[in-house]
């Protein structure tokens, strides 16, 4: 394994990259850092070069001062397949991660070889109804953040918004909350950003990038409901469902996940399927 930092558009992101093989970028999403893929990581190293990182304002990578944007995520993922993967990867995202992922590819097709996202938080996407939920536990645990209990808001927010009720106490562990909350600050930044839940997915159709979306037959209502939009933006993409499994299959199922990630990515071709077809793959 080697690892490093690599500085782009005033940050410094830590990265660490392991394997051989065709190359893959894991980013992770809100709150996490690329621990979160832990139990991913090793076993799709066996067969590609894998490569993860802190998005800026996470843990060991820095957070520059002023209002971020899902636009400079996006940026620094392009920066990091330039500059750790020649030019070209695999794009693995998870939650926010994933609308990072899309929204770079959509930037620059040639950087993708295929994409797989797992329930990007594409709220705008829905209607109304279905994302205002969603939207009143976002503007508490911003609240909270704000007035300085980044526990309360952090566990707020993983349990009502980004991973379901009870995940908190019963999926994360000591690492993962005290990271959570570590980070926290960054989440209300996103927060702020009004373009992070309206990334649009249409200019990746017809782009020729094989496109997998992943979902948990257990995930939260807003999430399927993302999912079936992004269906109708990208007709062309697959649907691979996870079986049992929630927000976050590289936490609580990633036996099963890590399966389906590798059976995605031995032939960029499978991703290839004709509008409309679902060609779902329980694990």
């Known amino acids: 394994m080697t690892a490093g ?8 992101l830590a990265w660490e990259r392991a394997g051989s093989g065709p190359a893959v970028v894991l980013v992770h999403g809100s709150g996490d850092n690329h621990r979160s893929w832990d139990a ?3 076993a799709l190293a066996e067969t590609h070069t894998v490569i993860r990182y802190d998005r800026r304002g996470h843990s060991r990578s820095s957070a520059p001062p002023g209002q971020g944007s899902i636009r400079e995520d996006a940026a620094d993922l392009l920066t990091v397949v330039d500059e ?9 995202g998870h939650s926010y991660g994933g609308s990072v992922v899309l929204l770079a590819a959509a930037h620059r097709p040639t950087a993708a070889r295929s994409l797989l996202v797992h329930e990007p938080p594409l709220f705008a996407l829905v209607d109304e109804g279905t994302r205002a939920e969603a939207g009143r536990w976002m503007r508490q645990a911003a609240d909270l953040l704000e007035a300085g209990d980044a526990e309360a808001g952090a566990r707020t927010f993983v349990d009502h918004v980004g991973f379901g009720p009870g995940s908190w106490a019963e999926l994360f562990d000591d690492d993962l909350r005290a990271t959570a909350v570590a980070n926290a600050h960054t989440w209300l930044d996103q927060h702020r950003d009004p373009d992070r839940l309206a990334v649009d997915p249409s200019a990746l159709a017809g782009s020729g990038v094989p496109v997998t979306v992943t979902t948990g037959t257990a995930t939260p209502p807003t999430y399927r409901a993302v999912v079936a939009a992004l269906r109708e933006k990208l007709p062309g993409a697959a649907v691979a469902r996870v079986q049992g499994a929630g927000h976050a299959p ?7 996940y890590v399966n389906l990630l590798r059976a995605r ?8 399927v004709l509008p409309g077809r679902d060609r779902g793959q329980g694990s």
């Open 5 to 12: 930092r690599l500085r782009v558009g005033g940050a410094e």
């Open 40 to 42: 991913v990581a090793p």
């Open 84 to 92: 750790l993967a020649g030019g070209s990867a695999h794009l693995v």
């Open 250 to 256: 590289h936490l609580s199922h990633p036996e099963a």
């Open 265 to 272: 990515l031995r032939d960029d071709r499978r991703s290839r």
